[in-house]
């Protein structure tokens, strides 16, 4: 099983076009430390031919673009796509969907949470039914993944619930909880035939005790990345919200994930979906020697794993 890294960045990507923070600002000057990324997603193949992404972010264009293995391979109209499985409903994991406009067949995977939310946008009807069957991820049940037309692309799955939050478009401001409810977010167990296996969980608010037991002994956990600490965007004056009101587990401290990994005995541990604010996604900063000698990879656009 081969595994592409798209996109390694948080909503609005490395650096963000709006931002003025000194990693971004850093960035733009071209500085080596600081390698621009686009927005989270993966790509994954069981037999190097046929392709599933994992998310669909507003960068995929350029994703696909930038990845040869997801080229046509032959003929006016082809691609080696063949699903797309989402583990939220974000913009940043739904909004690349649309680049997949032009007639070709898919199969679309999600939770019926994540399903109801583009069945009520009539935007994403530009993906014709017949064409894209929208297939549910039934929480804890391994689910073969096919293509458009039903055949099988070698991978299961298993999407199962972790704490999260509904998206933020859909926020009832009226309720505490915002509205979410178990599925909002999903983690996802990722296997092939051969018995390789890895955890895509690109969100996350927190490493639960039910979590923790799925994860223990993995041989590969991609995981929210998002801010090092929870306070991360108030303190740079970027945003009146923390890391728990956005949905996102901190990297850093007592109940952080590099604590919360610490004795589960995962043999490869990445960071993914890094928030541009997040001072681990520069090569040369404290943070992110301190995230290395805790086992950690800080993912990169392009970067490849093979199980």
Same mark, same amino acid.
């Given at each position: 099983?081969?595994?592409?890294?798209?996109?390694?960045? *948080?909503?609005?990507?490395?650096?963000?076009?709006?931002?003025?923070?000194?990693?971004?600002?850093?960035?733009?000057?071209?500085?080596?430390?600081?390698?621009?990324?686009?927005?989270?997603?993966?790509?994954?193949?069981?037999?190097?031919?046929?392709?599933?992404?994992?998310?669909?972010?507003?960068?995929?264009?350029?994703?696909?673009?930038?990845?040869?293995?997801?080229?046509?391979?032959?003929?006016?109209?082809?691609?080696?796509?063949?699903?797309?499985?989402?583990?939220?409903?974000?913009?940043?994991?739904? @909004?690349?969907?649309?680049?997949?406009? %032009?007639?070709?067949?898919?199969?679309?995977?999600?939770?019926?949470?994540?399903?109801?939310?583009?069945?009520?946008?009539?935007?994403?009807?530009?993906?014709? *039914?017949?064409?894209?069957?929208?297939?549910?991820?039934?929480?804890?049940?391994?689910?073969?993944?096919?293509?458009?037309?039903?055949?099988?692309?070698?991978?299961?799955?298993?999407?199962?619930?972790?704490?999260?939050?509904?998206?933020?478009?859909?926020?009832?401001?009226?309720?505490?909880?915002?509205?979410? @409810? %178990?599925?909002?977010?999903?983690?996802?167990?990722?296997?092939?035939?051969?018995?390789?296996?890895?955890?895509? &969980?690109?969100?996350?608010?927190?490493?639960?005790?039910?979590?923790?037991?799925?994860?223990?002994?993995?041989?590969?956990?991609?995981?929210?990345?998002?801010?090092?600490?929870?306070? %991360?965007? &108030?303190?740079?004056?970027?945003?009146?919200?923390?890391?728990?009101?956005?949905?996102?587990?901190?990297?850093?401290?007592?109940?952080?994930?590099? *604590? @919360?990994? *610490?004795?589960?005995?995962?043999?490869?541990?990445?960071?993914?979906?890094? /928030? /541009?604010?997040?001072?681990?996604?520069?090569?040369?900063?404290?943070?992110?020697?301190?995230?290395?000698? @805790?086992?950690? &990879?800080?993912?990169?656009?392009?970067?490849?794993?093979?199980?």
């Amino acid at each position: 099983m081969k595994l592409i890294v798209l996109g390694a960045a *948080a909503g609005g990507g490395f650096p963000q076009w709006n931002c003025a923070c000194e990693n971004c600002a850093r960035a733009r000057r071209g500085e080596p430390a600081t390698r621009p990324r686009t927005q989270a997603g993966i790509a994954v193949s069981a037999n190097g031919v046929d392709w599933v992404l994992f998310n669909a972010s507003p960068d995929l264009r350029a994703q696909i673009a930038a990845t040869p293995a997801l080229h046509p391979r032959a003929g006016r109209r082809d691609s080696p796509i063949g699903a797309v499985a989402l583990t939220g409903g974000d913009v940043d994991f739904i @909004a690349g969907l649309l680049d997949l406009r %032009e007639g070709q067949s898919f199969g679309l995977y999600a939770g019926r949470r994540i399903l109801d939310l583009l069945g009520a946008n009539q935007i994403f009807r530009v993906l014709d *039914a017949d064409l894209v069957p929208r297939r549910t991820l039934d929480l804890d049940t391994q689910t073969s993944l096919k293509d458009g037309s039903g055949s099988d692309l070698g991978l299961t799955v298993e999407a199962f619930a972790v704490p999260g939050k509904v998206a933020l478009y859909a926020e009832d401001q009226a309720r505490a909880d915002f509205g979410s @409810a %178990e599925g909002d977010t999903i983690g996802l167990k990722i296997s092939a035939a051969d018995g390789a296996s890895f955890f895509y &969980i690109p969100a996350c608010a927190g490493v639960s005790d039910d979590l923790a037991w799925r994860l223990r002994g993995a041989p590969l956990v991609l995981f929210d990345g998002t801010l090092w600490r929870d306070d %991360e965007m &108030i303190a740079l004056g970027l945003s009146a919200k923390t890391g728990a009101r956005m949905g996102h587990v901190s990297v850093s401290g007592e109940r952080g994930s590099i *604590a @919360a990994f *610490a004795d589960l005995g995962v043999a490869r541990k990445v960071f993914v979906h890094v /928030n /541009n604010s997040n001072p681990m996604i520069l090569d040369d900063s404290p943070e992110r020697a301190v995230a290395e000698r @805790a086992g950690w &990879i800080v993912a990169q656009d392009g970067m490849e794993f093979t199980l």
